[in-house]
């Protein structure tokens, strides 16, 4: 009896020995839902709020977000490449966490409509089960925003604007304006002389 005890022992030892310990692969986000109450117009250029992703893991691991969709939601689904993320990847030790910005910049010809996706965030590399298999983990805040009619010029226009608005700063912006006003002064007064001095031409 003594020895099957001591066999089983010395199994348990080298077992606990030998098998490695897994480290888990977790991952979190701060926002569990963005709702834009603005209503876009096509071509503009939103920043949306950002997002803070955390590891909830136990393993140092590389992360990134993207967009998902409901198989069958009602909304319409916006595309991937109408998003930016800033950072689109970033190292992420346990406990860590990092804020993405992000960027939705809507092409000209973008559809009115109720919009619905899941901005999801996950680490580029998959977890492992004990049973060796590899598995995907992810977390994700929904996000709504609505898009209301325009044309194609209206389009283009509010695509401009929003760059405008977006990477000019506000001392650049109060500079070009009143460049702008001025250029109009300038040209509105040179263009009623010259209209004067015509009519005081054709009045000889």
Do not use: C
């Not at 098998?19 to 949306?48: C, E, F, M, N, W």
């Not at 995907?136 to 805040?141: E, H, I, M, T």
């Amino acid at each position: 009896m003594q020895k099957y005890i001591k066999l089983l022992l010395v199994t348990v030892i080298l077992l606990s020995i030998t098998s490695p310990v897994l480290a888990s692969i977790g991952v979190g986000v701060g926002t569990g839902k963005i709702i834009v109450d603005d209503k876009l117009k096509p071509g503009q250029i939103y920043r949306l709020p950002s997002i803070t992703v955390l590891n909830t893991g136990d393993e140092e691991a590389e992360y990134g977000l993207s967009i998902a969709y409901h198989e069958k939601q009602p909304e319409r689904k916006p595309a991937m490449v109408w998003f930016r993320f800033d950072p689109e990847r970033f190292p992420l030790k346990p406990g860590e966490s990092k804020v993405v910005s992000i960027i939705l910049d809507l092409p000209v010809n973008t559809k009115p409509g109720d919009y619905f996706a899941y901005v999801e965030a996950s680490p580029k590399k998959k977890a492992v089960q004990g049973n060796g298999a590899s598995i995907g983990v992810a977390a994700a805040s929904k996000l709504y925003f609505t898009v209301v009619p325009a044309n194609f010029i209206a389009g283009v226009y509010y695509k401009l604007l929003s760059l405008w608005q977006l990477y000019m700063p506000w001392s650049e912006r109060v500079a070009f304006t009143l460049a702008v006003i001025v250029l109009f002064l300038v040209f509105r007064k040179y263009f009623k002389i010259e209209l004067k001095s015509k009519k005081s031409n054709v009045s000889r």
